[in-house]
């Protein structure tokens, strides 16, 4: 009985999605969800296409308060990301757009198709003082829909013309399309780039996020960036115990030999309904190792698999997330990833029309 119900669930694996299912959308009162996620009863699943949803958008430039992720200000192209990267903690957002944070968020992305615009208007406000603005800090801005809208192109290009430096992170090979703009902004120094490799291994990318480039492709983009003088670092994130995080000397080897010079780690945590996707996701693909998986999540958040505070979050806490704390910084001594002291010049920065200062 037991093979044959493994045998469903493989047969009703939606191939190349990271979620299997929509969790109800705490905003709504009400809806139509898939009650229990192993029931059998009337309900079909909606078609697995991908939709683009035009929007109209009020802004793009969002101040960033929280103090653990680095920014000050991001901006944002795309809501909703088809990578559908099973652990991303952006997944909560899309339920203020109305829609859930599970299959919803790789399928239905939102287009803010009047972006470069809205950056123009918001850069010749007299009362912007210049700082660095990350793109994206959400969602991943060289997502496939990048490929046919071309937002993110179009915000780099608004970004040069001011000398506005930008912070970016992808994990999109897509990114050499804009390698033009990319090194010319590079030698102004206003540009500092991120790319995310959470695995080396292929089949477990695969499976964690399934509509993204190799990690092969990952280190091409590192190497032929950094080549062209583009400022390249390599994030970790997140480290997943059981997972992915013995890892992490590997990646952090492979990204320096490749040209990256700084880097950044997160580890797993599963706020929202990221906590329902996520078990879901790793009981029907590791049931091997799920409760060890599980359960170490578990101990290194105080008991749970969320955590909101500030500080603790994006690091853990207890054995397991020092243990990968104390790698971090023993192989980013040994490859050179954290040593460098290095800012983007905001002292360029001048709107269309402006006179330079004579003295």
């Not at 399934?210 to 997140?238: F, H, N, Y």
């Amino acid at each position: 009985m037991e093979e044959i119900n493994q045998q469903e669930e493989k047969d009703n694996y939606l191939k190349g999605r990271g979620a299997q299912f929509n969790p109800k959308n705490r905003f709504l009162k009400n809806q139509q969800v898939k009650a229990e996620i192993e029931s059998i009863d009337d309900w079909t699943e909606p078609n697995p296409a991908t939709v683009y949803l035009e929007d109209n958008a009020k802004s793009i430039v969002n101040k960033v308060d929280s103090p653990d992720v680095g920014m000050f200000y991001s901006m944002n192209p795309y809501q909703g990301c088809e990578h559908g990267c099973i652990y991303c903690y952006a997944r909560n957002a899309h339920e203020y757009w109305g829609y859930s944070a599970g299959l919803d968020f790789e399928r239905k992305i939102i287009v803010k198709k009047n972006a470069p615009e809205l950056l123009r208007k918001f850069l010749m406000h007299p009362k912007w003082e210049c700082k660095p603005i990350s793109l994206s800090g959400n969602t991943d801005c060289y997502q496939p829909a990048e490929q046919k809208f071309r937002l993110t192109r179009q915000l780099l290009e608004v970004c040069l013309e001011f000398n506005q430096p930008v912070g970016m992170i992808t994990k999109n090979a897509g990114m050499l399309r804009d390698k033009d703009i990319l090194i010319k902004m590079a030698e102004k120094k206003l540009i500092s780039i991120l790319v995310s490799i959470t695995s080396l291994d292929e089949e477990l990318r695969r499976t964690m996020e399934p509509r993204t480039t190799t990690a092969k492709q990952r280190l091409r983009l590192i190497k032929e960036l950094s080549d062209g003088g583009v400022r390249m670092g390599v994030m970790l994130g997140p480290m997943i115990p059981g997972l992915n995080e013995h890892e992490m000397q590997r990646i952090m080897k492979a990204a320096s030999e490749n040209g990256a010079s700084f880097s950044a780690y997160t580890f797993i945590r599963l706020n929202g309904a990221i906590k329902l996707i996520f078990h879901d996701w790793l009981y029907k693909n590791f049931p091997d190792r799920a409760d060890k998986v599980w359960h170490s999540i578990e101990n290194s958040h105080d008991g749970k698999v969320n955590d909101s505070r500030w500080g603790v979050r994006m690091r853990g806490e207890g054995n397991i997330a020092q243990m990968v704390a104390q790698q971090y910084k023993k192989y980013g001594k040994i490859y050179g990833l954290n040593a460098e002291r290095w800012e983007l010049d905001t002292t360029k920065f001048k709107r269309p029309g402006e006179q330079g200062t004579l003295f």
